[in-house]
């Protein structure tokens, strides 16, 4: 079975402070690789994804994260956060062709961004 | 296109109860997956049906019952209901079973007393 650790379960930036989020998964074979985000009083919604293919992967608010295979990390980075981006992130795994969904999801972590 | 809907949004139950949760996913979307997010143990997959099947069970107790309509509707029913049952159940769509990605719902909060 599948694991998800991320290794942050709070993290407070300033405006314009650059953010990466650790992500690492275990499991023996292919996976895809998310990210969703949970905006306060909304419902989980989808920064990028990763099937296959450039390990860099660009989403939205720009967002982006990099797929290291070898250390079985999908970390998540911005350059420079707003406000608006205080919300909690969830990275998630599930074996890919298995024709089947089984979302893993890490316990989240979360953001608060100081104006 | 309208969202993932769930209803009801919140629900009080008494322990020993049942309870059962609806979800409706996006207009063409097939299959439908229910995860629980509790604070102690986050998000938890439950269940996912496709075509009226069940494909894939997450590590819950048989209490956890689903099933899905021939117009992609699901629901989730939980028998003799627990202090520990008290969550934000969760339900989420995609085109396919394995599909491309997932649209989530606004969930149902229930709270067991």
């Known amino acids: 079975a599948q694991s998800v650790s991320q290794h942050n379960h709070h993290v407070i930036l300033s405006e314009a402070a650059s953010l990466e989020l650790g992500c690492n998964y275990s499991?023996?074979?292919?996976?895809?690789l998310f990210w969703y985000v949970q905006y306060p009083g909304q419902h989980l919604q989808l920064l990028l994804k990763y099937f296959s293919g450039d390990p860099l992967v660009k989403g939205i608010k720009g967002f982006e994260a990099e797929f290291i295979k070898s250390k079985f990390s999908f970390n998540l980075r911005k350059p420079s956060v707003q406000w608006s981006d205080t919300a909690e992130y969830f990275c998630?795994?599930?074996?890919?062709?298995?024709?089947?969904?089984?979302?893993?999801f890490g316990k989240g972590t979360k953001l608060s961004v100081i104006p | 296109k309208a969202g993932v809907t769930q209803t009801p949004r919140y629900l009080i139950k008494t322990r020993g109860q049942q309870v059962t949760l609806s979800c409706s996913p996006i207009?063409?979307?097939?299959?439908v997956s229910w995860y629980q997010q509790t604070p102690g143990q986050g998000l938890q997959f439950l269940f996912e049906y496709f075509s009226e099947t069940q494909r894939n069970k997450g590590n819950f107790p048989g209490r956890f019952s689903g099933r899905q309509f021939s117009n992609s509707r699901s629901e989730m029913n939980v028998s003799t209901l627990e202090l520990g049952d008290s969550a934000l159940y969760l339900c989420?769509?995609?085109?396919?079973?394995?599909?491309?990605?997932?649209?989530f719902g606004p969930g149902t909060r229930l709270t067991v007393t």
């Open positions: 499991y023996g074979g292919t996976v895809n």
């Open positions: 998630a795994v599930t074996p890919s062709g298995a024709g089947s969904y089984q979302l893993t």
């Open positions: 989420a769509s995609s085109l396919e079973a394995g599909g491309d990605e997932q649209y």
């Open positions: 207009s063409g979307h097939r299959s």
